[in-house]
């Protein structure tokens, strides 16, 4: 199907949130607000909104809080959840790499993996507070960044 002037752009253009489900939500909020430096648009004992970039929304969940869902004002938020290992991916500079290095290093966070992708991208791969694989990304490193 090809959108014309005439009707709107109906395209998914991104991402706009993601949501890690977290055993300790206080630990998980300091290290993503602290550590990686999200700022936190909303919080309750339930969940965090974190902003990442003033592109995209991390929602941290308690675990088992979220599997219900949730009425709100405007409509009910279906049930969710996950238990596991999670991954995330994070947008940095290619030039970046190495202040990124020092910084979770120096806040005691060890690098997992540092990959170099084919297309002179960088991954630098490290675990968060419950054990989920969290990446910093480089451009360079799929074809759309």
């Given at each position: 199907?090809?959108?014309?002037?005439?009707?709107?752009?109906?395209?998914?253009?991104r991402v706009i949130e993601t949501a890690l489900y977290?055993?300790?939500?206080?630990?998980a909020r300091k290290f993503y607000a602290d550590v990686?430096?999200?700022?936190?648009?909303?919080?309750?004992?339930?969940?965090?909104?974190?902003?990442?970039?003033?592109?995209?929304?991390?929602?941290?969940?308690?675990?088992?809080?979220?599997?219900?869902?949730?009425?709100?004002?405007?409509?009910?938020?279906?049930?969710?959840?996950?238990?596991?290992?999670?991954?995330?991916?994070?947008?940095?500079?290619?030039?970046?790499?190495?202040?990124?290095?020092?910084?979770?290093?120096?806040?005691?966070?060890?690098?997992?993996?540092?990959?170099?992708?084919?297309?002179?991208?960088?991954?630098?791969?490290?675990?968060?507070?419950?054990?989920?694989?969290?990446?910093?990304?480089?451009?360079?490193?799929?074809?759309?960044?």
């Open positions: 199907m090809t959108d014309t002037p005439e009707t709107p752009d109906t395209r998914i253009t977290c055993d300790d939500l206080p630990c990686l430096g999200f700022a936190v648009m909303l919080e309750s004992p339930r969940l965090v909104a974190l902003n990442v970039g003033g592109e995209s929304v991390l929602l941290l969940f308690q675990r088992g809080m979220s599997e219900d869902g949730e009425v709100t004002p405007g409509g009910t938020v279906p049930g969710h959840g996950a238990h596991g290992t999670q991954h995330a991916a994070f947008a940095i500079a290619l030039d970046a790499v190495s202040h990124w290095t020092a910084r979770l290093t120096s806040a005691g966070i060890p690098i997992e993996s540092t990959v170099h992708w084919p297309r002179g991208g960088v991954s630098l791969y490290f675990r968060g507070p419950d054990g989920h694989s969290l990446e910093l990304l480089t451009e360079r490193s799929w074809p759309i960044c």
